[in-house]
Structures are given as structure tokens and as C-alpha cells.
T-cell receptor
């Protein structure tokens, strides 16, 4: 398994602003992912964070809205840009272990007012 | 179109009894299935997984069964404990992409 931390754990932000969420892993991992869980819904993959190259986004998510950085094998950031109330969600990073399981961070609970 | 479905939004069982959580999928390319448990205000915790080459995997009180012909998997928890009360998500991946597609979750309540 892997120990994953996220910062901040929660935040309340104003409409139109941006928030950057950090994800730190205690060991080097090949693949990191960012998910979103909107209120009352399941988890949806936003993008795969690729080390040294641009992230791979899922349908419905774009780089301008959710820019992602992955400077090394233990760290990634997700920015939620130009926020609106519809962006209020829990944002989670996950890492893929060698055996194929994904382990999740504790999540960042974002509320946009 | 939901590729992974958990049709029961909630389940209530007595402590000590068996909990059975069900999950159906539609994409025949899925070849790896996982179950996660989630408490409020926490990230999902990995419980158990199964590859499509198997039909059963056990880990302590948790057993996952896979029926490929029916595109159905289930998680059995026995005996159930009050600490098992949480939302359980099944997830699937396939085609070597490692991307997880999640079901909508089932809220399990284990009554003392």
C-alpha cells in the first residue's frame, strides 16, 4: 500500500477564484490519478497525472479548468480554476500500486460560494 | 450510460450475520474489479480485488465472487460488525488502462 496525504483537507472559496490541491505520496509511484466526488454521487475520474508530460483528461474535463502538474514520482497538484458552485465536490488523488490496486488520499472537500 | 451499477442504495443487516453487496457491469473489456469502503470525510479504503481469471477471492471476513457470464460480482462480509457500517463502492478497470469506473455505492448499516 501507500500513504497519501492531501492539502488542504477542506476549503471554502469564492466564485471565480482558483484553488490548488496538493497530493504527496510516501513512495515513488508510476501512476497518479485525480477523481471527483460530487455531493451524493460516485467517484469520477478527472485525469491521469503523467510524470514529465501533460496529464491525460477524461471526457468532460479540460486542462484549462483543471490544470495538473506532476513534477516527480511522489507529488502532484490539481488546480480548480475559475470556480463556480458546481465545482463543490470532494477531490481525491489516488496512486496505482504494482499489483494493480489504487489507493486513495483522504480527499479535499471544496465548497464554492 | 452507467458501466458499473450498484442497484441497492442501502442495506441493513444484524451484527454477526452475512452482508452481501452486489454489483453489475456492462463492459466486457473489464478485467479487474475492486471493492472500496468509504467513511464520511475520508477517502475510499481499498478492501479486496479480483482479476477476471478468478471467480473468487478471500481476505479474512471479506470474499468477492465474480460471475463473468452474468457480468456480476458480489462482496460477502461475514460475520458483519458494526464497524463495517460505511458506503461500499465497486469499481472496474480494463483494457490495460488502470482507470477505475465506480458504481454509485451501497450504504451498509450493521445493527448491533
Amino acid at each position: 500500500s501507500a500513504v497519501i496525504s492531501q492539502k488542504p483537507s477542506r476549503d471554502i472559496c469564492q466564485r471565480g477564484t482558483s484553488l490548488t490541491i496538493q497530493c504527496q505520496v510516501d513512495s515513488q509511484v508510476t501512476m497518479m490519478f485525480w477523481y471527483r466526488q460530487q455531493p451524493g454521487q460516485s467517484l469520477t475520474l478527472i485525469a491521469t497525472a503523467n510524470q514529465g508530460s501533460e496529464a491525460t483528461y477524461e471526457s468532460g474535463f479540460v486542462i484549462d479548468k483543471f490544470p495538473i502538474s506532476r513534477p516527480n514520482l511522489t507529488f502532484s497538484t490539481l488546480t480548480v480554476s475559475n470556480m463556480s458552485p458546481e465545482d463543490s465536490s470532494i477531490y481525491l488523488c489516488s496512486v496505482l500500486t504494482g499489483v494493480g490496486e489504487q489507493y486513495f488520499g483522504p480527499g479535499t472537500r471544496l465548497t464554492v460560494t | 450510460d452507467q458501466q458499473v451499477k450498484q442497484n441497492s442504495p442501502s442495506l441493513s443487516v444484524q451484527e454477526g450475520r452475512i452482508s452481501i453487496l452486489n454489483c453489475d457491469y456492462t463492459n466486457s473489456m473489464f478485467d479487474y474489479f475492486l471493492w472500496y469502503k468509504k467513511y464520511p470525510a475520508e477517502g475510499p479504503t481499498f478492501l479486496i480485488s479480483i482479476s477476471s481469471i478468478k471467480d473468487k477471492n478471500e481476505d479474512g471476513r471479506f470474499t468477492v465472487f465474480l460471475n463473468k457470464s452474468a457480468k456480476h460480482l458480489s462482496l460477502h462480509i461475514v460475520p458483519s460488525q458494526p464497524g463495517d457500517s460505511a458506503v461500499y463502492f465497486c469499481a472496474a478497470s480494463g483494457d490495460s488502462s488502470y482507470k477505475l469506473i465506480f458504481g454509485s455505492g451501497t450504504r451498509l448499516l450493521v445493527r448491533p
